[in-house]
């Protein structure tokens, strides 16, 4: 099985991030010194995926602005003399091939995914959540490709919750065959806390065969209009066609403020000269 797509939906409008997301895209907020999108990409190339397929709306071309060349800015960084950054600058742009496609009408992540169905047509390709960070010695995608070749099967990602955030994700339900794999049996999106049926959550990791068009194509619309890639998923499940690994590595999500503000100083952290004026200087805002 040979994966070079990852479609990465970025449509969204960031409600959860407001008002900084009012004419800044959320993929675009920075992390210490790069986009949130930029790490999404990064562990996609990492993987050995080359063709980035964005879910885009008219508003946020700026995302794809940045996977590109920026003749002005580069001119004038040479003329600066600031040949590190230049250099830097123009790698961001030769990092993958770039394709976008347009959603005209936000309608949920599984709306976002049946999008693509021109550009991956008879391919498996794996989806990324533009949001959502994952890092470690083997990056959250790679584990799953890994899985869906040797399976032959569709992969989701998953990672073990508290109990009090289960009504936060999608959860599933399954048989653990090999250490952090699962048969998946049902999903249940956003479950009330105590009918949960683990606390095994989906993360925005995902390798999909062609097959998930199928059934996303006879989702009906739920909650607020939305078509549910956990029901499409579902599908899969119904026909024993659905495996889940246990992501292993650190993960953030960067549409909350409590994760985001700690993706910063994780990343601040790591770095020698920030390391230790940030420390003192957050001891130094901590109440005794």
Not at 133 to 138: E, I, K, P, V
Not at 180 to 187: A, D, N, S, T
Not at 192 to 211: D, H, M, N, T
Request: charged share 25%; proline share 5%; with cysteine.
């Amino acid at each position: 099985m040979q994966i070079t797509k990852v479609v990465i939906p970025v449509a969204g409008w960031g409600t959860r991030s407001l008002p900084a997301t009012k004419n800044i895209p959320k993929e675009m907020l920075p992390i210490f010194k790069k986009p949130v999108v930029q790490y999404v990409v990064e562990e996609a190339m990492s993987a050995g995926l080359t063709d980035v397929v964005f879910i885009n709306n008219q508003y946020k071309k700026i995302i794809e602005d940045h996977f590109d060349y920026n003749p002005s800015l580069e001119d004038t960084l040479e003329r600066a003399g600031k040949f590190d950054i230049l250099k830097e600058v123009r790698a961001v742009a030769e990092m993958v091939n770039i394709i976008s496609v347009r959603q005209k009408k936000q309608l949920g992540l599984g709306h976002a995914v049946l999008c693509a169905k021109e550009v991956c047509k008879s391919d498996p390709f794996a989806v990324m959540v533009g949001d959502d960070l994952m890092f470690g010695m083997h990056s959250g995608i790679s584990q799953l490709l890994e899985a869906a070749k040797s399976e032959n099967m569709a992969v989701v990602g998953v990672i073990e919750v508290p109990e009090n955030k289960v009504n936060r994700y999608g959860i599933i339900q399954g048989e653990e065959y090999a250490p952090g794999m699962y048969r998946v049996r049902k999903l249940v999106e956003k479950p009330a806390i105590g009918q949960a049926p683990s606390r095994l959550a989906i993360v925005g990791r995902y390798v999909l065969l062609p097959e998930i068009f199928h059934h996303l194509e006879k989702v009906t619309p739920g909650v607020g209009g939305e078509i549910q890639l956990t029901d499409a998923l579902q599908g899969l499940a119904n026909d024993k066609k659905l495996l889940a690994v246990r992501l292993r590595g650190q993960r953030f999500d960067a549409g909350d403020w409590v994760e985001y503000l700690t993706a910063n100083i994780y990343f601040a952290l790591h770095d020698e000269e920030l390391r230790e004026p940030l420390v003192r200087r957050l001891r130094e805002l901590m109440p005794c």
